[in-house]
């Protein structure tokens, strides 16, 4: 027997140093820190939301203010970024307090309570929380004229703690809480007039109210508050300390001021009764043109609703306008770039907007190459409006006085001061109605982002319709920032 003993010996011997080799290297992974374990995953794990303010799908992919700021914390890792997003509201409070996540980008308010069972990263953005009713119904003045409707809020937002303090001084005052809609489920139901009341965030009032038009803000009912992203609470501070790291240097250079202006610096551009026109028209004049915008969209690879946006700020869609400045058709294309583009006739839809197409990805190409999207198609739209070399003047004025010429958010501050001497006389190309290109730019957007909601499928009235049929399951997007 001793001799086999002796032969077997050597064998456990190394298995047991392999166990204890694996059992090293196991303690080794987990014994480093959350930040090192995300860039060694590779993949930094979110909750969000779909919804306007944080997550959704364009026509040019996913998008969202939490989109783009997670998408750039994750390229400040060198990690894939996976989008998930839980069935509710309470499901990403609930999962991120677990640690079920690496961070929630949600639009998350701060609040007392939720600092107890999560940790709040530097607030991004501020906002009031506000009380919404529908038009053509009567505008409560203050909280004590809201016990004669029906007020309905979304389970686990900070809208019921608002609800609770202000019940303090009016105890009259009640509400439903929806467990199974978002936010903007109810803002549908308000404007569908079936519930009287429910509470936003000012935020996402401001945009839904583009496509909702009917909906009208009473007044706030809260003090200001911040939103931020938030982790699961932990003494390993490595991954905390790198979003205060990131937050710190994106509102140092700026970066926070201009993606909030990219999703939110357009959005009060288009008055009530423009927007009701707007729609308006799509019913009685777009539809004689639309095979135009569409063919001229394939063959220059444009968006067909932006150049429809182009058109409605023209012409409001109409072949023979014609302006005081002898500007004519659908694009109000001049005789001069008529000619140019071979344009015969300026009055006929098919001709004007082909022309019109044309002459914008003209503009887009000779936009300098350093400035990205969506900066280059607001560039190339002032250009359109205004020219290129007082673009250019207004770009030189831009850096002069300390902002950025290849941003939109500073450059449109600037071209207003091409109507003023004193800044005009500075410049190569003189003097230019320098106010009309911003109006010209923002109102486009909010036309393009008008006819994307209309050509869409409606996702918040399909949610609030068929509660029953929606699949609590959802599949996470990973998305790596270097493949955009």
């Given amino acids: 027997m001793r001799p086999t003993i002796l032969i077997f010996l050597p064998r456990l011997i190394i298995g047991l140093l392999f166990a204890a080799t694996l059992t090293t290297c196991d303690n080794g992974f987990l014994s480093i820190n959350k930040l090192e374990q995300v860039k060694r995953a590779g993949t930094l794990h979110v909750l969000t939301r779909n919804d306007p303010t944080t997550y959704y799908e364009s026509p040019e992919g996913y998008t969202g203010l939490e989109y783009d700021l997670v998408m750039l914390f994750a390229e400040q890792l060198g990690v894939k970024a996976k989008f998930e997003t839980p069935s509710t509201f309470a499901d990403i409070l609930k999962r991120i307090s677990k640690g079920k996540a ?4 949600a639009g998350l ?13 530097p607030a ?18 203050n909280v004590s004229s809201l016990t004669q409707g029906i007020i309905e809020v979304a389970k686990n937002t900070s809208h019921i703690d608002s609800l609770a303090y202000l019940k303090e001084d009016t105890p009259e005052l009640d509400w439903n809480v929806n467990d199974e809609l978002d936010t903007n489920g109810l803002l549908y139901l308000v404007n569908e007039g079936l519930i009287d009341y429910t509470v936003a965030d000012s935020n996402q009032a401001i945009l839904i109210r583009r496509f909702y038009p009917k909906l009208n803000i009473a007044f706030d009912i809260s003090e200001p508050r911040q939103l931020a992203w938030a982790l699961s609470p932990s003494d390993d501070n490595s991954l905390y300390d790198e979003v205060v790291r990131f937050f710190n240097r994106i509102k140092k250079d700026k970066t926070l001021d201009q993606l909030l202006e990219k999703h939110y610096g357009h959005t009060s551009s288009l008055s009530y009764i423009g927007n009701c026109k707007f729609r308006q028209q799509i019913k009685s004049r777009l539809s ?4 135009y915008f569409n063919l ?31 500007v ?3 694009m109000m294309l001049t005789n001069t770039t008529a000619a140019e583009l071979g344009i015969q006739d300026r009055t006929d839809s098919s001709q004007s907007i082909d022309g019109g197409a044309r002459y914008f990805q003209q503009r887009i190409q000779l936009i300098p190459e350093q400035i990205p999207e969506p900066d280059r198609t607001w560039f190339a739209l002032a250009s359109y409006n205004v020219g290129l070399g007082h673009l250019e003047d207004a770009r030189v004025l831009t850096e002069k006085q300390g902002g950025n010429p290849d941003k939109w958010m500073d450059v449109k501050q600037h071209l207003p001061l091409l109507t003023q001497k004193k800044w005009h006389q500075q410049t190569k190309h ?9 109006i010209f730019v923002e109102n486009i957007r909010s036309y393009y982002d008008l006819l994307v909601w209309l050509t869409e499928e409606n996702q918040i009235k399909k949610n609030a319709m068929e509660i029953d049929s929606k699949n609590p399951d959802n599949e996470a997007v990973t998305i790596d920032p270097a493949a955009l």
């Fill in 102 to 105: 690496d961070i929630a980008a």
């Fill in 109 to 121: 308010t701060i609040t007392e309570q939720r600092n107890k069972s999560m940790r709040f990263a």
């Fill in 124 to 141: 991004y953005h501020e906002i009031t929380e506000q009380l919404i009713y529908r038009s053509g119904t009567r505008r409560p003045n």
């Fill in 288 to 291: 004689q043109h639309q095979k």
């Fill in 296 to 326: 001229a969209a394939a063959q220059y690879n444009i968006d067909w609703r932006l150049l429809a946006a182009i058109g409605y700020q023209e012409s409001h869609w109409l072949d023979k306008a014609v302006s005081p400045t002898g």
């Fill in 328 to 330: 004519e058709g659908i």
């Fill in 430 to 438: 003189g003097y230019a109605r320098g106010k009309e290109p911003v």
